[in-house]
């Protein structure tokens, strides 16, 4: 039984730049309405970040040079030890017990980042970006006028050390890059002539080939939190694939329809939600099914009564901090709407409040490592993006601000996303400009990252 192929469903944790690529605004008709300069190829970005100076105190009133002989003391003068300071400084509110289990938070990203860029003729296009859990980062582009030709660039710490940082040029053949970070390299799902899965390793930059023991092409693919991922063919069988992309099992399952998302939960288990229809603002029934960490397949039920469908209609499935899965959907002009799926259980309920409450300006929700709780990644209008840390209760812990990149082009956004060893990279749109008096444009993708900064 056939799985409409569709559009191809990535998950939205390996993909966030794909959802911001809206707010790149700049690229219009081939040209750009917001400047754009371009970065150095490998530069450490700018190093506008200030110091801080400290002085010594001041000597206290009446004391010569500080100090006093205490054998001098008047006897009509007050101890120097009970000298009346004035009122104790206030002590900070005691850390929510919650979030003292997060991550520290800082206010403000540092101002000191790493760059790539890569310029190319018209045909160029920005692929996604991705990073490991040893420090390495990968970014990809493309050319529209070649078939299965992936370009890969990717950094990668020598010995662990940012003084050893290194690049390397990788040429994947392949017409998809869906990085999915793992230990020490890279996951990706392609179809260069045969569908397989391939294993980049981050330390020696060597490609593995895993070719499929059956016909077929994968329709969507999902991350394990805990290693690994999960790959959804055409005639809907499931497989599951290891760090190194090695086949641990295969499971046949009776999904039929067009495939809107899928997800691993943190115990292994895998949610497909399946809804027919392209009606642009219209709804439909969407169907679920569960198929456990051991490859066993329950049966399908139903998921939404209310399901969006369309050219913008759109899905998320996000893993909960300690098991089942929420499934975030909406539609041109909709506020999303949020559902809760408690593993393998054939049936959802309403998101909780602090879920339900996601203000406006929120990209996306992804979990943190471990289960310790939640980032939930917003941009303002200006392009300011920001994390907010969340406790597995919703309570927020605080947020961080990155600076943006240009801040004299507020329509120039790009879109955050985080690896399993803390890396933020930002993604940006491809931006197009025509050098003055010549007829040929220039396209160039852009990236800049801070090496484990959310931990």
């Given at each position: 039984m056939a799985v409409r192929r569709g559009r191809w469903s990535i998950p939205v944790g390996i993909l966030i730049g794909a959802l911001g690529a809206g707010c790149g605004g700049a690229v219009s008709g081939g040209g750009v309405e917001a400047p754009f300069v371009q970065p150095d190829e490998a530069g450490d970005g700018p190093s506008n970040g200030g110091g801080t100076a400290t002085e010594d105190p001041a000597p206290e009133p009446g004391l010569d040079g500080g100090s006093v002989d205490p054998g001098t003391v008047d006897a009509g003068s007050p101890d120097a030890g009970t000298v009346d300071a004035g009122p104790l400084p206030e002590a900070p509110p005691p850390l929510d017990p919650e979030c003292a289990a997060m991550p520290p938070v800082m206010p403000e990203a540092p101002a000191q980042?790493?760059?790539?860029?890569?310029s190319g003729d018209k045909y160029m296009q920005c692929g996604p970006s991705a990073s490991d859990g040893v420090g390495s980062v990968v970014f990809s582009h493309f050319s529209t006028d070649q078939s299965y030709a992936m370009n890969l660039h990717m950094w990668f710490w020598g010995e662990g050390s940012p003084a050893s940082l290194e690049s390397r040029g990788v040429f994947l053949p392949t017409d998809r890059f869906l990085a999915f970070g793992q230990p020490r390299g890279f996951l990706n799902f392609n179809s260069a002539y045969h569908d397989s899965v391939t294993y980049l390793d981050s330390r020696t930059g060597e490609v593995t080939h895993h070719p499929l023991d059956q016909d077929g092409y994968f329709v969507?693919?999902?991350?394990?939190?805990?290693?690994?991922?999960?790959?959804?063919?055409?005639?809907?069988?499931?497989?599951?694939?290891?760090?190194?992309?090695?086949?641990?099992?295969?499971?046949?399952?009776p999904m039929r329809g067009y495939v809107r998302a899928m997800g691993v939960d943190a115990r292994g288990n895998t949610l497909i939600i399946v809804a027919e229809g392209y009606d642009v603002g219209g709804t439909t029934q969407a169907q679920g099914l569960w198929v456990d960490a051991s490859g066993q397949p329950g049966n399908p039920f139903l998921a939404l009564a209310q399901a969006p469908i369309g050219w913008f209609a759109f899905y998320e499935l996000v893993p909960q901090a300690t098991e089942g899965l929420f499934l975030g959907t909406s539609n041109r002009d909709t506020p999303k709407t949020w559902t809760a799926f408690a593993p393998l259980e054939p049936q959802g309920r309403p998101g909780p409040a602090w879920l339900q409450s996601d203000p406006a300006e929120t990209v996306t929700l992804s979990r943190l490592e471990s289960g310790k709780g939640y980032i939930r990644w917003r941009r303002t209008s200006a392009c300011q993006n920001a994390a907010e840390f969340l406790t597995p209760s919703?309570?927020?812990?605080?947020?961080?601000?990155?600076?943006?990149?240009?801040p004299e082009a507020p329509n120039f956004c790009g879109t955050l996303s985080r690896g399993p060893d803390g890396t933020v990279i930002e993604t940006f749109p491809v931006v197009s400009e025509r050098p003055p008096e010549s007829d040929v444009s220039i396209k160039t993708c852009a990236y800049r990252w801070w090496p484990a900064l959310l931990p």
């Amino acid at each position: 039984m056939a799985v409409r192929r569709g559009r191809w469903s990535i998950p939205v944790g390996i993909l966030i730049g794909a959802l911001g690529a809206g707010c790149g605004g700049a690229v219009s008709g081939g040209g750009v309405e917001a400047p754009f300069v371009q970065p150095d190829e490998a530069g450490d970005g700018p190093s506008n970040g200030g110091g801080t100076a400290t002085e010594d105190p001041a000597p206290e009133p009446g004391l010569d040079g500080g100090s006093v002989d205490p054998g001098t003391v008047d006897a009509g003068s007050p101890d120097a030890g009970t000298v009346d300071a004035g009122p104790l400084p206030e002590a900070p509110p005691p850390l929510d017990p919650e979030c003292a289990a997060m991550p520290p938070v800082m206010p403000e990203a540092p101002a000191q980042w790493r760059e790539h860029s890569r310029s190319g003729d018209k045909y160029m296009q920005c692929g996604p970006s991705a990073s490991d859990g040893v420090g390495s980062v990968v970014f990809s582009h493309f050319s529209t006028d070649q078939s299965y030709a992936m370009n890969l660039h990717m950094w990668f710490w020598g010995e662990g050390s940012p003084a050893s940082l290194e690049s390397r040029g990788v040429f994947l053949p392949t017409d998809r890059f869906l990085a999915f970070g793992q230990p020490r390299g890279f996951l990706n799902f392609n179809s260069a002539y045969h569908d397989s899965v391939t294993y980049l390793d981050s330390r020696t930059g060597e490609v593995t080939h895993h070719p499929l023991d059956q016909d077929g092409y994968f329709v969507s693919a999902a991350a394990d939190p805990n290693g690994g991922a999960r790959g959804l063919l055409d005639d809907g069988t499931l497989k599951a694939y290891g760090p190194t992309g090695e086949l641990l099992w295969s499971a046949s399952t009776p999904m039929r329809g067009y495939v809107r998302a899928m997800g691993v939960d943190a115990r292994g288990n895998t949610l497909i939600i399946v809804a027919e229809g392209y009606d642009v603002g219209g709804t439909t029934q969407a169907q679920g099914l569960w198929v456990d960490a051991s490859g066993q397949p329950g049966n399908p039920f139903l998921a939404l009564a209310q399901a969006p469908i369309g050219w913008f209609a759109f899905y998320e499935l996000v893993p909960q901090a300690t098991e089942g899965l929420f499934l975030g959907t909406s539609n041109r002009d909709t506020p999303k709407t949020w559902t809760a799926f408690a593993p393998l259980e054939p049936q959802g309920r309403p998101g909780p409040a602090w879920l339900q409450s996601d203000p406006a300006e929120t990209v996306t929700l992804s979990r943190l490592e471990s289960g310790k709780g939640y980032i939930r990644w917003r941009r303002t209008s200006a392009c300011q993006n920001a994390a907010e840390f969340l406790t597995p209760s919703g309570k927020s812990c605080g947020t961080t601000r990155f600076p943006p990149l240009y801040p004299e082009a507020p329509n120039f956004c790009g879109t955050l996303s985080r690896g399993p060893d803390g890396t933020v990279i930002e993604t940006f749109p491809v931006v197009s400009e025509r050098p003055p008096e010549s007829d040929v444009s220039i396209k160039t993708c852009a990236y800049r990252w801070w090496p484990a900064l959310l931990p």
